[in-house]
């Protein structure tokens, strides 16, 4: 079973429900690709996290998921600060630039 993952702004999780607020996503998920009620999703927000759930409601501006679980996403352990990496990279770029 094929399950949708979304990346979006901000997660508000209420005791046992996650909700997203991004009318994008929601207009996505409401009426392109049409996902009803039950049907399990994995949203992220870029914290490291995954969230887990199950559509519950789908309202115009905001959708409320039932929480299963909410897991470390393993991508993240091992990646160093790459906005560090970046901008060194581009201070030597830089640098080489103007020598």
């Not at 409401?30 to 009803?36: A, I």
């Not at 399990?40 to 299963?68: A, H, N, R």
Request: charged share 30%; net charge positive; no cysteine.
């Amino acid at each position: 079973m094929k399950i949708h993952r979304f990346f979006v702004k901000e997660i508000i999780e209420k005791n046992d429900e996650l909700v997203i607020t991004d009318v994008d996503i929601i207009h996505q998920i409401k009426n392109v690709l049409r996902l009803q009620k039950g049907v399990s999703v994995v949203l992220l927000d870029g914290s490291g996290k995954e969230y887990f759930g199950k559509v519950k409601i789908i309202l115009k501006s905001e959708s409320i998921f039932s929480k299963e679980k909410i897991k470390p996403n393993g991508f993240y352990k091992n990646v160093p600060n790459l906005g560090s990496i970046i901008s060194y990279q581009l201070f030597q770029i830089e640098q080489k630039r103007l020598t």
